[in-house]
């Protein structure tokens, strides 16, 4: 069973925009779409932007050589609805971004509390990046211990639609008591899934709660060319497609043995790393696997 993965197609001509995407071409497999966080970044002139490109053009660049971006400046505060229009206008057809959800929504004490800051965040213009947005990120801090009711409420806080738009939501938690069957329940019940985090310090969490599965490689090495050696690029373009495909990774940490329905699965995956130097390099590498 092969994955359908999104390409990093050049903009197309008015003659074949409604040929080029290949989301619903083949329905024995989701969408696999692989990026980096951000796309300014100092360090990548020279190394993945050309010398004299300018930086009015880093976003198109990165979108022609990607198939997705996870945007992180929405984290630390509101953007304007005209950003959000530009950014979508500079990206070809089948490009997604996803967008870390405002701190003040999940860095407080109870959760519960968060609906003022989850509304906030939507009536920002979000929804302008229309067809290339992808998953909203919720981070919570490294301090931040599980309580099913309190979480719960906070998961029922997310808007699964607005304006017609159907909305995806994801999790990141950053700590052990998170790794109870309690949480999978939870999460499964909502639909949300949990962020398998690839990190030194943070659990991970591999088991399956929705239609699609988010994933932020976070050991990458800028020593390498390519970010990370040949056999693990391989191994994550093997999990990558297990995902899609409707299959789990046999070689992940996972909370809840009980296996999930099988079925097709998008699939985010992000390169992203403390130096964060040749990520775009491993990102580009893992899109060439999993084509």
Not at 90 to 114: H, M, Q
Not at 219 to 241: H, I, M, S, V
Not at 265 to 282: C, L, Q, S, T
Request: glycine share 8%.
């Amino acid at each position: 069973m092969s994955a359908v993965v999104a390409k990093a197609p050049t903009k197309p001509t008015k003659t074949d925009a409604k040929t080029t995407d290949t989301k619903t071409t083949k329905a024995d497999a989701g969408n696999i779409y692989i990026g980096i966080g951000g796309w300014t970044f100092e360090p990548w002139r020279g190394v993945f932007y050309p010398e004299k490109l300018t930086q009015a053009k880093e976003l198109s660049y990165a979108a022609s050589k990607l198939t997705s971006i996870e945007i992180n400046g929405t984290y630390y505060g509101s953007q304007k609805p005209e950003s959000f229009r530009k950014w979508a206008s500079e990206v070809p057809d089948g490009f997604i971004f996803s967008l870390k959800g405002p701190r003040f929504a999940t860095n407080r004490r109870v959760l519960a509390e968060a609906g003022d800051s989850v509304k906030r965040f939507y009536d920002s213009g979000v929804l302008e990046l229309k067809d290339r947005l992808g998953p909203v990120l919720w981070q919570f801090a490294p301090t931040k211990k599980f309580d099913g009711a309190d979480f719960g409420k906070f998961l029922e806080l997310l808007p699964r639609k607005l304006d017609g738009r159907a909305l995806r939501h994801v999790v990141e938690v950053r700590h052990d008591s998170f790794c109870v069957p309690e949480f999978i329940a939870l999460i499964r019940e909502h639909a949300v899934p949990v962020v398998f985090a690839e990190h030194g310090k943070y659990p991970a969490i591999a088991d399956v709660a929705s239609d699609f599965v988010y994933a932020r490689l976070q050991k990458g090495n800028d020593e390498l060319k390519t970010c990370y050696p040949p056999k693990q690029l391989d191994a994550w373009a093997k999990r990558f497609q297990d995902w899609a495909g409707g299959s789990e990774p046999d070689d992940l940490p996972k909370v809840d043995k009980t296996a999930p329905k099988k079925a097709p699965r998008d699939v985010f995956a992000y390169v992203i790393h403390e130096g964060k130097v040749r990520a775009p390099a491993g990102a580009m590498e893992l899109i060439e696997r999993v084509k």
